[in-house]
């Protein structure tokens, strides 16, 4: 019977995967994919972006309104790819900006069979072996960074804050056992560096903790928690009867990869505790959502190096692992696969030493009547969120399945390499000076300088002596001046897109640095690619007065 509900239905139920085989229909649900796909591909050049990029009326978008009527597929998926435009293609070897990887085709398609069937994996009644996905990239990820997979446990959340967040909530229960039930007691502290992520703050803020009570400690020159003023404010918070809820170590800082000295600050800890006669071990909790890929290196064997890297990408590889084999000393280890494990957001893992920690956020039962009749596995009686979409823990399993270790080691190791040799290039010139030479990831902080500047002492100088203050800002502005003549060069097609930071670090008297950023996360990547960095950089010192 034909009503016009029934005809609009009809057209509707086109718009869905079929529910039982039809593989005609399915031809053309991978036709609309390739649809979409060869639209996205239109929009390539050689530029490291999709098409152009033009300005979003933000205002006009406010304003947009529902469509009276249904559309289709086709049309709808012209609009999406529209929203596009001008993104940066993150693989691209010309794009260096952020700590942002092109994701596998594994990883998408993990997404995409997650997101088909919308796995939930808050409960295996809502994904079944999906859910086991997740305990299986958890296991490999626990083992890969040293903890006993028996005794871990993880689960993933929503981006690396929700990871850390997790670490300080689990810490506050330790600390004051009633936190669940009755609130923040006013008395807790955080601990973390200067240059941890930002992210520290939301969390001690929405947590009720409160961004007065987070510690943030000075780093040293190498960009790490300088230790001695982690035990000075440790010790200043428990003489003076505060709970330390956690204390935050950053593998991998954001804009530097500074690697706190997680095993000196277990130390600390285990030292105070006892002194203190703490009733609570105060949680330490590694934020290694950059860090942690390092790990697959633990076990290389640097003296044979069997796969054949530079001696100095030998040299930034074990420097790392330095501090990167110590996670395991973390009561809780937060892990992007969306930053260095290749996978599309969101996909981050946070992992707990002893599985028993999990417990103190534990519900009852009864305060979740819909769920658990039936089911063996029940991550959701313990994770902040109740939908958890499984796209994550495929997209992470699938590259831990493509890549294996090997794999991982020759593509961080390659993007080292590269790294390696854009800072030989940039320390070759005497224009040009690397800021975070003894932080040995794939993102390099340098600073341009005019002529007749000499790069030797300027970067102390600047650094160290307040008489240097107006050096420091103009050469700010110099560097400014610099990143635009390159970011205009590179939308011309021409050079590289690489990114800038306004303050990778303060000066001993208190003013920002700025500093220019080439971030490498393409294993598309060659020499040509970083050399082309400096070429430019030189060309903007003849152009910039
Ligand atoms: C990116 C980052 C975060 C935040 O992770 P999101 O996934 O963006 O929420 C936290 N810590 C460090 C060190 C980071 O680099």
Redesign the pocket.
């Known amino acids: 019977m034909s009503t016009p509900y029934r005809d609009v239905l009809n057209k509707i139920r086109l718009a869905f995967p079929q529910p039982v085989s039809d593989s005609i229909h399915d031809s053309y649900f991978v036709h609309s994919i390739m649809r979409a796909l060869d639209q996205v591909d239109g929009l390539k050049t050689q530029l490291p972006i999709l098409g152009s990029i033009v300005p979003g009326d933000f205002e006009e978008a406010r304003r947009t309104t529902l469509p009276p009527r249904m559309s289709s597929v086709e049309a709808v998926t012209s609009d999406l790819v529209g929203h596009l435009q001008g993104m940066t293609i993150v693989g691209h070897p010309r794009a260096q900006q952020n ?1 942002i990887p092109p994701p596998t085709i594994p990883s998408l398609i993990g997404v995409l069979l997650s997101s088909l069937h919308n796995a939930n994996v808050v409960w295996d009644e809502y994904s079944r072996l999906v859910a086991l996905a997740e305990v299986e990239a958890a296991g490999i990820t626990a083992r890969l960074v040293g903890y006993d997979p028996e005794q871990a446990s993880g689960v993933f959340t ?7 967040l997790y670490g300080v909530k689990i810490g506050l229960e330790k600390a004051c056992p009633q936190a669940m039930q009755k609130g923040v007691p006013e008395d807790v502290v955080v601990i973390v560096s200067e240059a ?2 930002y ?1 520290a703050r939301s969390i001690t803020g929405w947590l009720g903790i409160g961004v007065d009570n987070l510690i943030t400690i000075p780093t040293t020159a190498e960009n790490e928690m300088d230790l001695g003023r982690l035990e000075e404010a440790a010790r200043t918070a428990l003489a003076g009867g505060k709970k330390i809820a956690a204390i935050i170590a ?1 593998l ?3 804009d530097a990869f500074g690697l706190d000295d997680l095993k000196g600050i277990v130390t600390l800890r285990d030292n105070l505790t006892e002194e203190f006669q703490l009733a609570y071990r105060p949680h330490v909790h590694a ?1 290694a ?2 860090g942690w890929a390092w790990s697959v290196f633990n076990h290389y064997d640097f003296e044979r190096n069997p796969l054949g890297f530079r001696p100095r990408t030998l040299r930034a590889l074990a420097g790392a692992c330095r501090r990167i084999r110590h996670l395991s000393l973390a009561d809780s280890v ?1 892990v ?1 696969f ?2 260095t494990g290749f996978a599309p ?2 996909s ?1 893992l946070v992992l707990f030493k002893d599985c028993e920690d999990l417990r103190r956020v534990t519900r009852l039962p009864e305060e979740m009547p819909y769920l658990y009749h039936f089911g063996e596995h029940r991550p959701g009686m313990y994770t902040l969120e109740a939908s958890r979409a499984g796209s994550g823990p495929l997209a992470a399993l699938a590259n831990y399945r493509l890549f294996g270790e090997q794999g991982l080691q020759v593509l961080l190791g390659h993007m080292v390499e590269m790294t390696q040799i854009l800072r030989e290039h940039l320390e070759g010139y005497e224009g040009t000076t690397v800021l975070n030479r003894d932080n040995f990831g794939t993102v390099t902080l340098f600073r341009a300088y005019p002529l007749g500047i000499d790069t030797f002492s300027i970067k102390g100088q600047e650094f160290d002596d307040p008489a240097h203050r107006d050096t420091l800002l103009t050469h700010n502005a110099y560097n400014r001046a610099i990143f635009q003549y390159v970011y205009s060069e590179a939308m011309a097609g021409r050079g590289v897109l690489i990114s800038s930071t306004d303050c990778y670090r303060h000066t001993r008297y208190g003013e920002p640095i700025y500093a220019l950023k080439s971030y490498i996360l393409s294993p598309f990547v060659d020499e040509g690619d970083v050399e082309v960095v400096v070429e430019k950089i030189q060309e903007a010192r003849e152009k910039v007065a």
């Open positions: 700590v929503f981006g690396g804050t929700g990871t850390s941890g992520h992210c950053t991998g800082t954001t934020d959502v950059i937060g992007d969306h930053k957001y969101i981050s």
